[in-house]
């Protein structure tokens, strides 16, 4: 379900891979590993109180029309101040400011507060998470954003459509078809009715993507909690390799959709917070929409398998 071609240079091989159902194009280089510009150690010190902090967050946030804010366990959920969406909501996942780990139930409750704020909008939502500065955390108190516009995303819309268009032209469900591919691979982690399994054409480093049996939000309800194990477990193999800093995006179809997109969610690894500012992100990733990674989707599965 996707294409490489190989440049090779001397001893070192470029593998350049063409995901065939969008044309969505990525390069993996692992010789990169060597430059070692991600060191393990450097995380945010968890001093200081700030505005999601319990003592603060219902005085510095603001609240919906309703007047209240979305409280589930631990979870605070609020429109955002500085929205860039035409619905944009924060949910807040923990009370502590700096958490080393997240428990499954402080995942599901934050994505519960999601599912509330978000079910009764017309249009194309997606839950969305920046962990640490350095993946584009603006606040370093963990906080996931929903958003949802009359349009999807420039990604989310090229998925959508062709994926209708493979529909219509195979008579066949493209993600159906994905899902038999990806279970069979050297990618597949782990997971059954929500399953994971790395990316072969990864948008990151180390893309791990969940696939849900699902195509809108509106029908999420009752895989949140199986979706919240999921993530949480990502995040723990995250850790176990030293990636700190994630993004994590679930995309969703507008309801009531033909369902020929299904759900899923996509996390990659990002650079960890470090003093000279190094970034993951540059020319190929911002400007030719081509990233460069480092690590073969295959040996993820392979890695995991070993690890857990
Ligand atoms: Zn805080």
Not at 148 to 170: E, H, M, N, W
Not at 272 to 284: C, E, K, R
């Amino acid at each position: 379900m996707f294409s490489e071609e190989k440049i090779i240079l001397k001893d070192i091989i470029i593998h350049r891979r063409c995901e065939s159902l969008t044309g969505f194009k990525c390069r993996i280089s692992p010789t990169r590993l060597k430059r070692g510009i991600d060191p393990f150690s450097v995380l945010n010190p968890a001093s200081g109180v700030c505005n999601f902090c319990p003592e603060r967050v219902y005085a510095d946030t603001p609240v919906f029309e309703n007047k209240s804010r979305i409280t589930i366990g631990e979870s605070v959920t609020f429109p955002n101040l500085y929205p860039f969406a035409k619905v944009h909501v924060v949910t807040v996942i923990t009370k502590e400011h700096s958490p080393e780990y997240y428990t499954k139930k402080q995942i599901s409750d934050a994505l519960k507060g999601q599912y509330e704020a978000l079910k009764d909008k017309e249009g194309y939502p997606s839950i969305n998470w920046n962990n640490q500065p350095s993946a584009g955390a603006s606040m370093i108190h963990p906080h996931i954003q929903g958003i949802c516009d009359d349009f999807p995303t420039y990604a989310t819309g090229v998925y959508i459509r062709k994926s209708s268009q493979y529909l219509t032209d195979r008579d066949e469900n493209y993600w159906d078809k994905l899902r038999e591919n990806e279970k069979n691979s050297e990618r597949y982690l782990f997971g059954d009715e929500i399953f994971w399994s790395a990316n072969p054409v990864p948008f990151g480093e180390k893309e791990i993507r969940g696939y849900l049996p699902i195509s809108s939000l509106s029908e999420f309800s009752s895989y949140i909690d199986d979706f919240s194990s999921g993530l949480v477990k990502v995040i723990g193999y995250y850790k176990e390799l030293g990636h700190y800093a994630f993004n994590m995006a679930l995309r969703f179809d507008k309801n009531n959709s033909d369902g020929s997109f299904k759900a899923f969610a996509s996390v990659i690894a990002r650079i960890n917070p470090n003093p000279l500012s190094t970034s993951d992100s540059a020319f190929m990733e911002r400007l030719h929409l081509e990233p460069v990674v480092l690590t073969i989707p295959e040996d993820i599965g392979e890695n995991y398998r070993k690890m857990n």
